[in-house]
Nanobody, 124 residues
């Protein structure tokens, strides 16, 4: 049973930083899976924030490029998202997700496994 558990969310003022973490259990990080972070704000669709793609490189949503950094520690089965220069528009529930066959996809429907989410709230 694959489980993903996020942590690190919270409330910060605009310009602040947060670091999200995701611990995976039930499988081992490997080249067979690609990991990513998605977010969903109230009334909006779930959107990709950052992801690892099949060649080990990363991609980011344009709105977070230069501010967010995705990283992973395969030995510890953890995925992180370092978020800096946070904006009120970054307020959302953030989800860790894994896909086996659709690395590089921005479609959340292509991701097989999801965490429960961690809330990030940025005030102006």
């Amino acid at each position: 049973q694959v489980q993903l558990v996020e942590s690190g969310g919270g409330s910060v003022q605009a310009g602040g930083s947060l670091r999200l973490s995701c611990v995976a259990s039930g499988y081992t990080f490997s080249s067979a899976y690609c990991m990513g972070w998605f977010r969903q704000a109230p009334g909006k669709e779930r959107e990709l924030v950052a992801q690892f793609i099949s060649d080990g490189s990363t991609s980011y949503a344009g709105s977070v490029k230069g501010r967010f950094t995705i990283s992973q520690d395969k030995d510890k089965n953890t995925l992180q998202l370092q978020m800096t220069s946070l904006l009120p528009d970054d307020t959302a529930m953030y989800y860790c997700a894994a896909t086996r066959y659709w690395c590089g996809s921005v479609d959340p429907g292509r991701y097989n496994y999801w965490g429960q989410g961690t809330q990030v709230t940025v005030s102006s």
